[in-house]
């Protein structure tokens, strides 16, 4: 359910409504409190609706009821007092255990996948939490190595060749293996995740036009064209480097995913197509991860007016995700 005093909760209620109502094999359960999913329901959307508590220990095949929305109570303390757009570190460790039981779960095969509502870092890193984003910690609880993230929409899917890092420490953090590391769990992802067989990959430059052949930056002469180049020789349709400003005006809609070197570089143009149903993954994982793109929006948590298209969306690629990678092992 997230930070519970932004609309990570909210959104996770009408997410669940929403797929209890329509006819779909997916079956929704929250990780939280059920308390605070309790009040969410009846005093901020101000609804009737049945909710179903499900023991941690218990057997979701047997536990889950498809008329309610489906709660797995894994709190340590009331939720009587949280203040809505108001920071909260005493429940960042609560907050950290949702996440980690959703990864237990998934790992037992429990559940094929899960969509992560939004969290505050501040709050985690000030509440004692291990990390203060999802990725991060994700990756510690799979004890995976190799992993990025993914932007997706039907609009465009793009990669980050670095995360959540200072702009000034981006260029040290691009090397040729690292790069290697991303194309390579990016075009494994294509493959797997999303279903998509010789995908074409473009791999956009750091500097203004791509570097200008070292004139205005080297680090598309001397790392990233290297690489691309090496793929292109294993036979991978590897394309770049691009200048990202003319790049954005109409090829991308050419290639099935872009790496992006940095996060604005990519999120700034993601958002701008694709904001409302737009969906992170996060890829390499040994677990199925999705999230909204949006945060906790601390500015109108509490009102009832949290759009919840892209928790949906998160929702079902998780499960179209899910089941692409039960085909694939299944061949």
């Known amino acids: 359910m997230g930070d519970p005093a932004g609309i990570g909760p909210e959104i996770a209620v009408k997410a669940a409504e929403y797929f209890i109502k329509i006819n779909t094999p997916i079956k929704p359960v929250i990780f939280g409190s059920f308390e605070h999913i309790d009040y969410v329901l009846k005093s901020i959307i101000k609804k009737d609706a049945p909710i179903n508590l499900i023991r941690q220990d218990s057997s979701l095949e047997y536990s889950y009821k498809n008329t309610h929305i489906n709660v797995i109570d894994l709190s340590s303390k009331s939720y009587q007092s949280v203040k809505y757009g108001e920071i909260n570190p005493e429940y960042a460790k609560d907050v950290e255990s949702f996440i980690s039981a959703a990864v237990d779960f998934s790992l037992d095969g429990r559940i094929s996948g899960f969509a992560t509502a ?5 709050m985690m ?6 990390f203060g984003g999802h990725t991060e910690l994700l990756g510690y609880l799979t004890s995976s190595k190799d992993y990025a993230m993914l932007f997706y929409s039907k609009t465009m899917i793009t990669v980050l060749a670095t995360i ?3 702009l000034v420490a981006v260029s040290k953090s691009i090397t040729e293996e690292s790069l290697r590391n991303t194309i390579k769990i990016s075009i494994s992802s294509m493959i797997n995740d999303f279903g998509i067989s010789g995908p074409k990959i473009a791999v956009l430059g750091l500097n203004p036009h791509a570097g200008e052949n070292g004139e205005i930056g080297a680090e598309e002469k001397d790392i990233i064209s290297p690489v691309i180049t090496e793929f292109k020789n294993n036979g991978f349709f590897v ?4 200048s990202s400003d003319s790049f954005f005006a109409k090829i991308y809609k050419n290639y099935d995913l872009i790496v992006s070197m940095y996060h604005d570089q990519a999120l700034i143009p993601f958002k701008l197509l694709s904001f409302n149903d737009g969906v992170n993954v996060t890829i390499g994982l040994k677990v199925v991860r999705t999230s909204p793109v949006h945060g906790t929006a601390y500015d109108i948590a509490g009102e009832n007016t949290a759009d919840s298209n892209s928790m949906k969306e998160s929702i079902k690629l998780a499960y179209e995700i899910s089941k692409n990678r039960l085909k694939w092992k299944e061949k």
Do not use: L, M, V
């Open 118 to 122: 939004p969290i505050n870092k501040e």
């Open 239 to 242: 394309s770049g480097p691009f």
């Open 164 to 166: 959540h890092i200072p």
């Open 125 to 130: 890193i000030k509440g004692g939490a291990k």
